[in-house]
């Protein structure tokens, strides 16, 4: 797997993190995913929003409940099989989420892209960091957030645990909006799975 796509997972993956004392965007990085301590976002208008803490009082188990999920369990081998994901499991973390990501696709580089599942124990739908709309949807019976992010390289679906938790299923390739509907028919095997 290139850099490029290890460092957009990554960047991913950190989108909406609450790291301590860092400063989340600055001017020269407008609307990309990048971690610090604010999780502004995106509006349909352009604009953003405030940033705001996750409530833990509202829901006091829910990060407990996600914090021993391992997102690498998430795709089950028959999700893979279905999936087409041809790639070992590359497991990481960080001050917020811990992830796996998967690559995908044996053609030409355009049809080749990677999967990611990133776990979130203390952040919600809600703080989803969006380039552009955030388009609600439900996956199962659960909310969910459809978002495009790193200059529009990346497909997320945010799953809804509790208030104040979610999953993450995402592709990472040239095209992230042509990737959606790769995310949603992945969302749609992984939210089984979840708590």
Known sequence: MSEAVKRVLVLVALTGAV?????????????????????????TSGG?????????????????????????DLFTPSA????????????DETA??????????????AER????????????????????EKKP????QR???????SAGGVCAISIEVTPTSRVDVQAVGRDGAALCPKVLEAAKLIEPELP
Do not use: H, M, N
């Open 143 to 149: 909310k969910a957030v459809e978002s495009l992010r």
């Open 96 to 109: 917020s989420s811990k992830y796996c990501q998967w690559a995908t696709g044996t053609g030409t580089a």
């Open 80 to 91: 893979r099989d279905a999936l087409g994901v041809t790639g070992a499991a590359q497991p």
């Open 113 to 132: 892209f990677t999967y990611g599942v990133a776990v979130f124990p203390e952040l919600g739908i809600d703080k989803v960091v969006a380039d552009g």
């Open 19 to 43: 790291v301590g004392g860092v400063a989340a965007c600055s001017d020269e990085t407008t609307g990309r995913a990048v971690p610090g301590d604010t999780t502004s976002t995106s509006t």
């Open 137 to 140: 949807l439900v996956v199962g």
């Open 48 to 72: 953003t929003t405030s940033p705001t803490e996750p409530d833990p009082s509202s829901d006091p188990d829910g990060g407990e409940s996600l914090a021993s999920l391992d997102p690498c």
